[in-house]
């Protein structure tokens, strides 16, 4: 095989050589992803290696029938803050034999392992919870639903009673618990957390999410790239347009597709104007949380404009439909991003009136300041990634940090806070609300005319432009795409058989974050919850999958 | 000193509106005539999300926005299942909240209705034939109407509120 390596990724392959008494194999590399395979000693002693060199792990994922393989293949995704080249340590696993688990040394891999017992069957020796993650009390013993040997369809509940769920058990005078959810007194998506207090402040919580798990990876098994965009962005609603992109820019680097600049152009628009509407919804949830509408009121009133101006491009007030692996299905007349100037001018002053009312307000601050600190510390170990990062003192924002599409030459301003409380996220989403708007008029001035989809695309499935490929063979291969979506880091990674999707893997920021919840509340008073649960604002449909 | 006239004198709001869509003014009045005919007052909504992708919950989230603003029409969410006439469920109902869903449709007092919103709520969607879905809530309770899309609008779910409505009086 040609392989071509970038500076960066040639440097991580000279640093893994260095640690490891081996010569690793190369599998694979492009720009900024590298495939290694090591023993099993040189495995152990580079993921120790890579700890101290401050690499986090970004994903833990598993494939069966990988290439020419039998057996599994288990993929660790490391980066390090702030740089662009992802290292990607392979390591082949067998049925009914264990694998060493590595959550000892990188703690965010706990819920990697976990998701890959419940959908692979495969063990950790060692590993920090042997719980199940999706998998419910309501699957049947044995059930794996990523193994090849299952096809998808409807299955038999396991019969009443079902076994419990063990929660961790904190004792002691006056510990009580109190259990919330999954369903949650509002509109919101559902998710269990059980609190243990002592008197109004919590001593520890622990979280149970995945009762929205829809089997997405599955469903993309066996998928034409163009089909499976739907359920990219039906991961998590309002980051449509960052996981449609995110799989895109994995099937492209797979086929070799150029997508022509002004295609990537208006995607960027579209993805900016993404992380404005999300945020401002953070914005405004954090004002009500604290009983404040008349705060949150004009942040509302923005987000809807923003959505009606979303409509107004694409069609589609969640910007869905639009992106497809080569370009996009539809260009964007330049007569309505004309109007986009005049819009984000009125955007903008409407938004600097409401952000000073919400600073006019000492009780506001009150509430916001000091309430639900993240460490810095926890930031690589949990890989927490996205705003919330960013307010606890790290500087990494995927678009600066490994540009991708139009963000090689349009850079976002970063903010970033030390103190990581309420309040920073607060300051932190409001300033990337600005970053956005000022992106987007960047973007969108000198917008180059041509083509929105690639001449050629060698993925099965989808004419686009030219017939001739829907009936190509298509390409087969591998590739890692990370994409900053309003709430973090997300990563997609695709495995295409002949132009077919045959796994899809996404990591979202919300599966990350949702375990620094459980870090951020304590010591807090449980009125608070809601209020730090909202400034985190992570997804359940993301995490859940 | 204030001239307490001027507390009289003063407009309703503190600010003009630049977004007063009579179409949503019309059917808001056309709902609000017609949810005392049913259920006296005011039309209690409880929403329970059985597994959406959180698109469906913002717009529905939405009609409590300054834009839409719904409670005017006499249409409330409430947070607990004991005091609502109507779920309104979203999603395909994944196999880990189908219990939930019933247990929370069972907390309802009688009559209770059922409404599906979104594609993947009405049949399935594109969750159709995954191992983790039921595939449409109409698959684990009686649903009364269904709202299709992905997601509706704030519109489409206020325009399928109305025609449950309706329905109901008749």
């Known amino acids: 095989m040609d392989i071509k390596m970038n500076k960066d990724t040639a440097e991580l392959l000279s640093i893994i050589s260095g640690i490891v008494e081996e010569e690793p194999e190369l599998l694979n590399a492009r720009e900024n992803e590298i495939y290694l395979r090591l023993s099993e000693t040189g495995f152990e002693d580079a993921a120790l290696a890579l700890a101290e060199r401050k690499f986090s792990l970004i994903g833990l994922f598993c494939a069966e029938a990988f290439e020419k393989k039998s057996g599994f293949t288990l993929f660790y995704v490391f980066k390090q803050a702030g740089q662009a080249p992802a290292l990607v340590l392979v390591r082949e696993a067998e049925k009914e034999k264990e694998v060493p ?19 692979f069957g495969l063990d950790f020796a060692g590993a920090l919870d042997n719980r199940r993650l999706f998998l419910h009390e309501c699957y049947p013993e044995g059930f794996h639903p990523l193994l090849k040997t299952f096809k998808n369809g409807p299955i038999r509940p396991s019969e009443f009673p079902r076994k419990e769920y063990r929660f961790r058990q904190v004792k002691g005078e006056g510990v009580y618990q109190i259990p919330v959810g999954p369903v949650h007194a509002g509109i919101i998506e559902p998710g269990h957390f ?74 960027a628009i579209m993805l900016e104007l993404e992380r404005v509407y999300s945020l401002l919804g953070d914005l405004a949830g954090m004002a009500v949380d604290v009983g404040f509408s008349l705060v949150a009121s004009p942040f509302l009133i923005l987000r809807e404009e923003a959505f009606r101006q979303n409509e107004k491009l694409t069609g589609s007030r969640f910007l869905r439909g639009i992106t497809i692996p080569g370009g996009l299905k539809k260009d964007i007349p330049d007569s309505l991003l004309n109007d986009l100037p005049a819009f984000l001018e009125k955007f903008s002053r409407a938004f600097e009136t409401a952000f000073e009312r919400a600073m006019s307000s000492s009780s506001l601050i ?7 600190v993240i460490k810095k510390e926890l930031v690589s170990p949990l890989n927490l990634t996205g705003p919330l990062a960013r307010a606890s003192g790290c500087p990494a924002d995927t678009r600066l940090d490994r540009p991708y ?20 996220r607060f300051e ?31 993925y099965a499935g989808y004419a686009g432009h030219n017939l001739r490929e829907a009936n190509s063979p298509g390409a087969t291969g591998y590739s890692l795409a990370l994409v900053e979506a309003p709430r ?5 990674w695709v495995y295409m058989k002949n132009g077919i999707v045959d796994r899809y893997k996404v990591r979202t920021a919300s599966f990350c974050n949702w375990q620094v919840i459980e870090h951020a509340v304590l010591g807090n008073i449980v009125p608070d919850f809601p209020l730090i649960n909202k400034s985190l604002n992570l997804s359940y449909a993301g995490t859940d999958l | 000193m204030v001239n307490p006239l001027s507390l009289f004198l003063r407009p309703k709001v503190t600010e003009t509106f630049e977004f007063r869509d009579e179409e949503l003014e019309a ?29 469906t919950e913002i717009e529905i989230s939405n009609l409590g926005n300054p834009h839409y603003d719904v409670e005017r029409f006499g249409i409330s969410f409430v947070a607990s299942p ?59 309770l009686p649903v009364d109407m269904k709202i299709p899309g992905n997601p509706p609008s704030p519109k489409e779910i206020l325009k399928g509120i109305f025609a449950l409505v309706k329905n109901a009086s008749k």
């Not at chain 1, 009150?366 to 639900?372: H, N, S, V, W």
């Open chain 1, 488 to 492: 973090g880091q997300n990563l997609h």
């Open chain 1, 194 to 267: 059980r609190f243990s207090v002592i008197g109004e402040p919590i001593f520890s919580l622990e979280i149970r999410l995945f009762y929205k798990h829809r089997g997405i990876e599955k469903l993309a098994e066996g998928k034409s790239p163009s089909e499976c965009v739907a359920l990219a962005e039906a991961v998590s609603g309002d980051e449509s347009m960052a996981n449609a992109t995110g799989f895109c820019m994995a099937v492209e680097q797979v086929c070799g597709i150029k997508v022509p600049e002004r295609a990537e152009r208006l995607r």
């Open chain 1, 428 to 458: 932190v989403k409001a300033n990337e609300i600005r970053a956005s708007a000022d992106l987007i008029l960047r973007l969108a001035e000198k917008l180059p005319q041509g083509p929105i989809f690639a001449e050629s695309t060698g």
């Open chain 2, 27 to 55: 059917l808001g009045a056309e709902i609000k005539k017609e949810i005392p005919k049913v259920f006296g007052h005011s039309l209690a909504i409880r929403e329970l999300d059985s597994g959406s992708d959180n698109s």
């Open chain 2, 82 to 140: 004991r005091h609502a006439d109507v779920l309104m469920v979203t999603g395909a109902v994944t196999l880990n909240m189908a219990e939930a869903v019933k247990k929370t449709y069972e907390a309802m007092p009688s009559p209770k209705f059922v409404v599906a919103v979104g594609d993947d709520a009405c049949d399935g969607g594109i969750y159709k034939g995954s191992y983790a879905v039921l595939g449409g809530v109409d698959k684990i």
């Open chain 1, 101 to 119: 688990s590595v959550a000892g040394t990188f703690p965010s891999a706990s819920w990697f392992e976990r998701e890959i017992r419940d959908g």
């Open chain 1, 366 to 372: 009150d509430r916001f300041a000091t309430t639900g």
């Open chain 1, 405 to 424: 599409g139009a963000y090689k030459d349009f850079a976002p301003e970063l903010s970033v806070r030390k103190i990581g409380d309420v309040f920073s």
